[in-house]
């Protein structure tokens, strides 16, 4: 059986259990620590706070949770250790970078006038992945990559490259951030193109867009899809998503979907209050919502036990084993 790694060490594949595949410990954006009035981080107080609010999901079974935090929008493994370590759960990080409007391009940007930066940032994905994540000594499991609105960037396309060339030589599933519902159906051309084998993609975000002619579109390049956005209300209704996920259960893709909150425990940065009508839209959102709310009105609307366990167990076992 395949071994994955975790921040904690590796982990046979089978031992995976109940998986959610796309969640974060914290939300930070590139430059929130060049802000005076950024809230100060205390790593132990921060890491107690994220197992407290992760920790809810073993009540409901859960034993592994993927971070895919990627490098650049401050992925802390000091921080994912200390949250496995307090609540038990088994934990993937991830290597990669995050889309070019709301990542840290600039330095590659730099670097790309002189230097194959694709080359640059799969041998910095390789590290990661083989070596390990600065001197924790912890290997990355996954690797993130994303796009933007409505194109790939030239700039994205040299992170996607990257990736698939890393993913053909390690074997680690790819997980990717598609931004409003768009560049699915792109994303999985590339890689797919690019020889990464289909069922170790995982197409995130799908659950922003209602059509199925778009959810097909992805789907028949054989690879996975994340419903992996309950809760956010504000960027697309859980209605919506809902809908769309019964209609392709009921079309038999129950073996292509894995299911996620894209949630995170707490923003970095400068006190953040939300404007009340967002507050509003956001008000289930959390590592839970998906068991104590969404799971429930899936079976209310005919969805086996069977299908629940195919996304939640079988189907993230099978794109970490192969």
């Not at 792109?186 to 193109?193: C, N, P, R, S, V």
């Not at 059509?211 to 956010?232: A, N, T």
Request: glycine content about 10%.
């Amino acid at each position: 059986m395949v071994k994955i790694n975790t921040v904690l060490g590796t982990l046979p594949a089978d031992q995976m259990g109940p998986t959610l595949m796309h969640e974060h410990m914290v939300l930070a954006y590139p430059g929130w620590e060049q802000d005076a009035l950024a809230q100060p981080i205390d790593l132990k107080e921060l890491a107690s706070a994220c197992a407290q609010a992760l920790g809810e999901v073993k009540q409901f079974g859960i034993k592994t949770v993927v971070d895919a935090t990627p490098c650049d929008l401050w992925r802390n493994i000091d921080l994912d250790r200390m949250v496995a370590e307090k609540t038990g759960l088994n934990i993937i990080c991830a290597t990669g970078m995050y889309y070019e409007a709301e990542g840290m391009p600039v330095y590659l940007k730099f670097r790309s006038q002189v230097m194959d930066i694709t080359a640059e940032l799969y041998e910095s994905f390789m590290q990661e992945l083989t070596a390990g994540i600065g001197k924790t000594g912890v290997r990355a499991g996954v690797i993130k990559v994303a796009t933007g609105h409505g194109c790939i960037t030239p700039y994205e396309e040299k992170v996607l490259k990257a990736a698939a060339r890393a993913q053909k030589e390690t074997g680690v599933p790819i997980l990717t951030h598609t931004q409003q519902g768009t560049m699915g159906p792109e994303q999985a051309a590339l890689l797919t193109g690019e020889g990464v084998n289909p069922k170790k993609i995982v197409i995130g975000h799908m659950c922003g867009n209602a059509s199925l002619e778009y959810q097909m579109s992805v789907i028949d390049k054989g690879v996975y899809i994340g419903f992996d956005r309950w809760g956010l209300d504000f960027l697309f209704p859980d209605n919506l998503r809902r809908a769309t996920v019964l209609g392709l259960l009921g079309l038999g893709f129950a073996d292509r979907i894995v299911l996620s909150q894209d949630c995170n425990a707490r923003i970095l940065g400068r006190p953040f209050v939300m404007p009340d009508f967002i507050q509003a839209l956001i008000a289930d959102w959390s590592y839970t919502h998906l068991f104590k709310n969404i799971i429930p009105q899936l079976k209310q609307a005919g969805v086996t036990d069977g299908q629940i366990g195919q996304m939640m167990v079988d189907n993230p076992k099978r794109i970490f084993s192969g």
